[in-house]
């Protein structure tokens, strides 16, 4: 009697705190359609699926405010090596645009000496008025590109199969934790009743 009482209650409990915490875990995701209790005005339905405009929202408001904003992506961009690669492609493209426009009949050195001094001049040019239109283009991204409604629509615009697929496959491990927990919680709490039980029934 005390060795199957002691067998069975703890088994029992862990199977039950397995359970449930696995329906809990599935039940962030299922039912995806609302689904009415019988014989009840009661009605239930995932999490996510329930929530998942409120979801996108707030994925949008922590990516904006606490992970990511224009701020910081413009800090992380090298300046004077963005300023360099500009410069080179304006001096490439503008020697390319003299070469085809100066009269091929021009003696070469010449046209290599008008090349090169007309593409100094526009690069020279272009290079003092590069800082300012780097921040008035970054000032003008920051204006337009709103990063939470990007995300927002990103998010909210995500399958719910997607969802459950991206949530699973950074948290399975994790999620899984949470199940194997329940079965050990489960399991302490059955021996403890079993114990209750067989100190109860001693004479």
């Known amino acids: 009697m005390a060795l199957s009482l002691f067998l069975v209650l703890p088994l029992m409990g862990a199977l039950i705190g397995w359970g449930t915490n696995m329906l809990a875990i599935r039940s962030l995701f299922r039912p995806v359609n609302p689904f009415r209790i019988p014989l009840t005005s009661w009605s239930f339905q995932g999490l996510i699926p329930k929530r998942k405009q409120e979801l996108a929202a707030s994925v949008g408001y922590l990516v904006e405010k606490e992970l990511v904003n ?70 003008k991204a920051e204006e337009e590109v709103d990063i939470r409604s990007l995300v927002e629509e990103k998010v909210g615009g995500m399958t719910l199969d997607g969802l459950e697929e991206l949530v699973f496959s950074v948290a399975k491990q994790e999620l899984k934790q949470i199940e194997y927990l329940g079965a050990i919680i489960g399991l302490l709490i059955g021996a403890a009743q079993a114990l209750v039980v067989y100190l109860w029934s001693m004479p």
């Open 70 to 139: 224009w701020r910081d992506l413009l800090q992380k961009i090298d300046n004077s090596s963005l300023e360099k690669e500009i410069l080179a492609s304006v001096d490439g493209f503008t020697r390319e645009w003299l070469k085809g426009k100066l009269p091929r009949l021009m003696p070469r050195r010449l046209s290599e000496a008008l090349q090169g001094y007309f593409t100094g001049a526009i690069v020279e040019a272009f290079q003092d008025k590069l800082p300012e239109t780097m921040d008035r283009l970054a000032r």
